[in-house]
């Protein structure tokens, strides 16, 4: 038996050791739990755990993280990794979970299992989860469900007594930020700003090797920063720009998810090419909705810098930024920065509510600019 966890593993949960090695002794012993349920706050890391996971599942090398198959769970378009959000502003539909029984019981497509990560499993609704339940408690062999919540308590104990529980602990920024370091040999200014960003180590290592992520967040720098002298159609102008950057990097998700359906289209069957397309449609949808996320998260550390700099803090992110963080600083007032941070919040939840990004970002913009110009 290895001593050493699978290197999908080992990159994946550096900032969560207990985790790393707990799930690499079931992975490498081949006693994995048919339901995981990983439990901890927002930036825990908890999605990057199910992606590594979901590799050392796949992958005949145990989550190697260079064959096809890690490759394939890298870029969420392996067919037998699903992953599913709640679709509604209430939670999770029926249509969903039945759409995941329905799925279950089909065999796999090119691995020998085939996983289900479900994401804010504190929002399945009573329906959802009961119709969920027996599936849970016994799948077909070779299957593995992952759900993510914040706490156990915010989940129906008949979920939670039917999964393995697997704790994970809020990383502090500057362990974060240290652990990008050692992984891209980036500075720790410029790590801890993709940290800020991103949200978690795994996702702001991507980031730093994502330009059009970059340039995402950039975007989003230019937009604040012209705000104090833009009128409506600048803004108008500002949101729709910042959707075409948030866009920009799933041009490459779009073509792999083609070639995967040009792959499978001569031996699946008309409803399993539909269920396929349907997973990418709600791939493409979350990871639009995460570049929203993540420049919104730009705006918020941003805005977050102007405020320690108006009451002379100290500690800005935003280092390549600097002097935007002190044209907006000299431009406003801390209420004024207060009141647009919160601007940032309402439209991440306005997002959240699957409300147009586009719209939301124009409200967004507007009410920043309000603030900001706001002396009292």
Known sequence: ??????????AQLDTQPRVRDF?????????????????????????????????????????????EACVRV?????????????????GYLIGQTR????????????????????????????????????????????????????????????IVSRCQCVPFRMVAPADAARAVAQATGATEPRC??????????????????????QEARRTMLRSLDALPHADELDILRAAKELIMAVKAPLAEVKSTQEAVLSQNADYLSRGALKQLEDRQKRELNARERSGMMEVLAS?????????????????????DAHETVGRLAAATTVPGAVRAIRAVTAAERTIARNITPQLALEVMLLDIRKALLCRS
């Open 192 to 213: 801890r700003m993709a940290v800020a960003v991103a949200g978690s180590p795994v996702r702001a290592i991507a980031f730093l090797k994502s330009a059009e992520r």
């Open 299 to 319: 705006a918020r550390s941003l805005m977050r810098d102007v405020l320690l700099t108006l009451e002379d803090a100290g500690g800005i992110v935003n280092e």
């Open 1 to 10: 038996m290895p001593d050493l966890a699978p290197a999908s593993l080992l």
């Open 74 to 90: 890298a870029r969420h378009t392996h067919p037998d990794v699903h992953y599913y959000a709640p679709e509604s502003v209430t």
């Open 99 to 158: 759409d995941l029984i329905e799925d279950v019981s089909l065999a796999p497509i090119r691995a020998k299992t085939k996983v289900y990560i479900i994401d804010q499993a504190d929002r399945l609704r009573a329906d959802s989860a009961n119709a969920l339940l027996k599936t849970l408690e016994e799948p077909p062999a070779g299957v593995t469900f992952i759900l993510l919540g914040t706490s156990a308590e915010t989940i129906l104990p008949t």
């Open 23 to 67: 799930l690499a002794r079931a992975v490498t012993s081949g006693r994995t739990s048919h339901a995981y349920l990983f439990l901890g706050a927002p930036g825990s890391g908890k999605l990057d755990a199910a992606w590594a996971l979901a590799q050392a599942l796949v992958c005949e090398h145990g989550g190697c993280g260079s064959c």
